[in-house]
Nanobody
Framework: QVQLVESGGGLGQAGGSLRLSCAAS????????MGWFRQAPGKEREFVSG????????NDVDSVKGRFTISRDNAKNTVYLQMNSLKPEDTAVYYC?????????????????WGQGTQVTVSS
C-alpha cells in the first residue's frame, strides 16, 4: 500500500507564492514518475506538472509554465511544487500522484496512487 500526503496548501495572494510538498511511503519512491494535478469546483481533475523517476524530465501544462516548478528529492521520498506568480484561477484542490512507470504522462489514468489533496485558494 502506498500513502501520499500533501501539505503546504492554504491561502495565497495573487502574485504571491506557495510551496506544496508530497511525502510518499510504502513503495520504492525513486522508481516511478510523480505528478501534480488539481481540481477546481465543478471541473474535472487536470494535470499540472509531472516529473520523471530521477527528476531528469519534467513537463507542465501551458497555464503554469514559467510560474510553477516541480522537483523531487528521492532521498526524502518527497515531491514538491513551487508555485510562483499565483493567479486566482490557480484556486483548486491539488493532488499528488504516483505513476505506474518511470516516465509519466498527463492523463489521470496513468497514475496509480493518489494523495488526499490540499486546498489552494488564491485571492485577488
Amino acid at each position: 500500500q502506498v500513502q501520499l500526503v500533501e501539505s503546504g496548501g492554504g491561502l495565497g495572494q495573487a502574485g504571491g507564492s506557495l510551496r506544496l510538498s508530497c511525502a510518499a511511503s510504502g513503495r520504492t519512491f525513486s522508481t516511478y514518475a510523480m505528478g501534480w494535478f488539481r481540481q477546481a469546483p465543478g471541473k474535472e481533475r487536470e494535470f499540472v506538472s509531472g516529473i520523471s523517476w530521477n527528476g531528469g524530465s519534467t513537463n507542465d501544462v501551458d497555464s503554469v509554465k514559467g510560474r510553477f516548478t516541480i522537483s523531487r528529492d528521492n532521498a526524502k521520498n518527497t515531491v514538491y511544487l513551487q508555485m510562483n506568480s499565483l493567479k486566482p484561477e490557480d484556486t483548486a484542490v491539488y493532488y499528488c500522484a504516483t505513476s505506474y512507470r518511470p516516465y509519466g504522462g498527463r492523463a489521470v489514468r496513468e497514475y496509480q496512487y493518489w494523495g488526499q489533496g490540499t486546498q489552494v485558494t488564491v485571492s485577488s
